[in-house]
């Protein structure tokens, strides 16, 4: 997917959400929110923190509160993507721009701003000590390539990738991971390194 190099550009990428998505950016705008593009969509901030971000997917358009899990979420429109994954981030999922009512959501942006500016935020564990899976160990550790790639990493690319052959089920799907980020590793490419600096 081409990332997105401005709000109006991603807006025309998305035809089938540009009323919803125009309806819910004039929400945005009409803060103190600066709006910006980041991992190529639409994202609102204030002072360099982000707050809210914009998005269309085939089957909704909706808004990603950063630190949604701080709203009081009294229509309960807000949920959890990732469950067991993701701490602070929420998800207001909307099916059509009619659904949008300018009101409510104006309420749950003014008070993640304010949620923002008390500096509400879900601490990030950082340090975890790295737990590598056998599989990931064992690939590792067959060519020396390998290795010394692996050590070159961040500790925390190298927990990206330990947690993302941990999280696979299956045997089968473990190996199919593992066949796919060797290569990655060998070249010093962290795992989520193309959603950054975007």
């Known amino acids: 997917m081409q990332r997105s ?9 998305h035809p089938e959400w540009k009323d ?5 950016r004039k929400v945005l705008v009409a803060t103190e929110l600066e709006e910006t593009i980041k991992w190529g969509a639409p994202c609102y901030a204030i002072d360099g923190k982000n707050v809210v971000g914009l998005a269309a997917f085939s089957e909704y358009a ?3 509160f950063h630190q949604g899990v701080f709203l ?4 309960k429109v807000l949920i959890n993507a990732q469950e067991g994954k993701t701490k602070g981030l929420r ?10 009512k300018v009101t ?14 008390k500096g509400k935020a879900v601490k990030v564990e950082r340090n975890r000590a790295l737990v590598l899976p056998s599989e990931l160990k064992a690939a590792i550790n067959k060519r020396a390539k390998t290795m010394k790639a692996f050590g070159a990493l961040t500790p ?3 927990r990206e990738y330990a947690d993302h052959i941990a999280s696979a089920k299956r045997a089968e799907t473990k190996a ?23």
């Open 176 to 198: 199919t991971r593992i066949a796919k980020i060797v290569p990655m590793i060998e070249v010093g490419i962290g795992l989520n390194d193309k959603y950054r600096n975007c």
């Open 72 to 75: 009081k979420d009294a229509d």
């Open 91 to 100: 998800q207001w999922r909307l099916s059509t721009a009619k659904e949008i």
């Open 20 to 24: 919803a998505l125009m309806k819910l």
């Open 156 to 158: 925390g690319k190298q």
């Open 62 to 64: 909706g808004l990603w």
């Open 5 to 13: 190099k401005s709000v109006d550009d991603y807006i025309k990428k």
């Open 104 to 117: 409510k959501v104006k309420a749950y942006v003014l008070e993640a701003i304010e949620n923002q500016k």
